[in-house]
T-cell receptor
Framework: EAQVTQNPRYLITVTGKKLTVTCSQN?????MSWYRQDPGLGLRQIYY???????DKGDVPEGYKVSRKEKRNFPLILESPSPNQTSLYFC??????????????FGDGTRLSIL | AQSVTQLDSHVSVSEGTPVLLRCNYS??????LFWYVQHPNKGLQLLLK??????LVKGINGFEAEFKKSETSFHLTKPSAHMSDAAEYFC????????????????FGSGTRLSIRP
């Protein structure tokens, strides 16, 4: 089954404790992306990757890191989480590298609470 | 610059009546436009997309949308609402800046929550 898998689905942690949210897709997609969803703001892009070893900042990259060592995986790293990073996070992937008018496939989301 | 405006944060309709969710966009280039639906505790699922072919686009579950360039609109409609349509809906624009190495810029609207009254 084609899918984007995020883990964990829920996480409560404390300020400053490094965490990683994993994302994996099994569709051989070139493009992968991370978003955060906050009430009234829709989804905002954090980072995206057009292919292996190619990543770039989205609209709200501060406080986050990503890596793309393999095509299928795109982890999101919070080196020193803060309460303003409490949010619902989505990973997405699609065909197309530099230009994509292809729809994205989304994971089920990761709800992070930073205390 | 790109932007997406969903004109209603919440729409409530009775079951069996038409649905209209409004979306206006601005784009510097030739955009692709999408509607996604998000059910509670789920990720987003594609309803339909416009990519410069037919201006009237049909999607899943009886939804359709019409691209109107002169009005910069891409409103989502359904003739008859069903209880299972209750969800959050997002209008999305994807635009590619010039340059072969530039990725598409993807902007989400703030969402419209659709409620269905029995």
């Amino acid at each position: 089954e084609a899918q984007v898998t995020q883990n964990p689905r829920y996480l409560i942690t404390v300020t400053g404790k490094k965490l990683t949210v994993t994302c994996s897709q099994n569709m051989n997609h070139e493009y992968m992306s991370w978003y955060r969803q906050d009430p009234g703001l829709g989804l905002r892009q954090i980072y995206y990757s057009m292919n292996v070893e190619v990543t770039d900042k989205g609209d709200v990259p501060e406080g986050y890191k990503v890596s793309r060592k393999e095509k299928r995986n795109f982890p999101l790293i919070l080196e020193s989480p803060s309460p303003n990073q409490t949010s619902l996070y989505f990973c997405a992937s699609s065909f197309g590298g530099t230009y994509s008018n292809q729809p994205q496939h989304f994971g089920d989301g990761t709800r992070l609470s930073i205390l | 610059a790109q932007s997406v405006t969903q004109l209603d944060s919440h729409v409530s309709v009775s079951e069996g009546t038409p649905v209209l969710l409004r979306c206006n966009y601005s784009s510097s280039y030739s955009p692709s436009l999408f509607w996604y639906v998000q059910h509670p505790n789920k990720g987003l699922q594609l309803l339909l997309k416009y990519t410069s072919a037919a201006t009237l686009v049909k999607g899943i579950n009886g939804f359709e949308a019409e691209f109107k360039k002169s009005e910069t609109s891409f409103h989502l409609t359904k003739p008859s609402a069903h209880m299972s349509d209750a969800a959050e809906y997002f209008c999305v624009v994807s635009d590619r800046p010039p340059g072969w190495s530039s990725a598409s810029k993807i902007i989400f609207g703030s969402g419209t929550r659709l409620s269905i009254r029995p």
